[in-house]
């Protein structure tokens, strides 16, 4: 490859990492706090390429009789990857991949105050904070507490933890969490006690409810049960991680 069509892959490269910056498809990839640091390397490697194509084109009189092709192969896997990432783009991790994905435990099991749950009937929380606080409040925030979580639908079969009374048939609540990039993605995920009919895994869903902190054991892969009180059905957010 010679170095001009180098500084025009490289260019490329930048141009991608800016536009997916831009259009947010990098959540696909990487996690959400990465964006200012993506759009500055795009930034970077645009004014590298065009510093570089600016050089030679000084420097093509005088090196004209000296320009030849250089064969490597691997400045060609960067043409794929641009490719890759334009056209065929993968969507990102879903239900699909919950039975291959390590489920998040909390990171400590201590007894900890944690602070009161926002006001309101049901308060809307994320999922890991009602997995951590059934697993670690000593001040029992969650007992006799409404709460609202949203996620998608997986059967507790599929990767899922045996219940405290060892069953494994019905269905979870889960988000997938990635805190780097796809590859370390983790799902956190509770047990949904609910009398609703069978919904298609990777149904998202609203969920009211009460969790039972009591079932958040070793047993249960500190997975607890949620009572649902309501269930909804919602389209899918634009950015299907959870925060971390």
Known sequence: MTRSTSNIVLFLIGVMTVKMTWDGSFARYVAVGFRPYLALTGIALIALALSAMRQDLRRAASNASHSHSHSDGVHWLLVCAVVVVAFVAPPPLSHSAVSTIHTEFPAALEQQVFPPLPPGDAPEINLADAVSRAARDSTDSLVDREITV???????????????????????????????????????????????????????????????????????????????????????????????
């Open 150 to 244: 949203t996620g998608f639908i997986v059967r507790t079969s599929n990767g899922g933890a045996p219940r405290s009374d060892g069953s494994t048939d019905g269905i979870d609540l889960a988000r997938i969490r990635i805190i780097c990039c796809a590859a370390d993605a983790r799902t956190v995920r509770v047990h949904l006690a609910t009398d609703t009919p069978q919904l298609p895994e990777g149904t998202w869903v609203r969920v009211r409810g009460v969790v039972d902190p009591q079932s958040s054991t070793p047993a249960t892969r500190f997975i607890p049960t949620l009572h649902v009180s309501d269930l909804t059905e919602i389209p899918a957010p634009d950015n299907q991680y959870m925060p971390r």
